[in-house]
């Protein structure tokens, strides 16, 4: 059973920058993706990595998600951070289907909270 780990959320001020980190244990991950959440609001697609890239509009060019396989960790570098992108951002484990729906993702880990300040 693959456990997520997320880390690397905080306080940033509009135009900063945070790297998240997600580190699996329990088994090898390859085709993972990152969801955020405001408060009452859906769970949003952000990225996803397994043989290529995708991003949501809203974050393409300003977001970066990446893998280290040796650390079995997923990251996601955010640079020029907005209020809008603060929200609880989730990093998940793809099972089926389309990517950009929560309900493709098998497992989730905890969460980190980012909060950009204007």
């Known amino acids: 059973q693959v456990q997520l780990v997320e880390s690397g959320g905080g306080l940033v001020q509009a135009g900063g920058s945070l790297r998240l980190s997600c580190t699996a244990s329990?088994?090898?991950?390859?085709?993972m993706g990152w969801f955020r959440q405001a408060p009452g609001k859906e769970r949003e697609f952000v990225a996803y990595i397994g043989s290529t890239t995708y991003y949501a509009g809203s974050v393409k060019g300003r977001f970066t998600i990446s893998r280290d396989s040796a650390r079995n960790t997923v990251y996601l570098q955010m640079n020029t951070l907005k209020p809008e992108d603060t929200a609880r951002y989730y990093c998940g484990l793809y099972s089926h289907d389309h990517y950009s729906q929560p309900s493709s993702y098998s497992n989730w880990g905890q969460g980190t909270q980012v909060t950009v300040s204007s």
């Open positions: 329990g088994r090898t991950i390859y085709q």
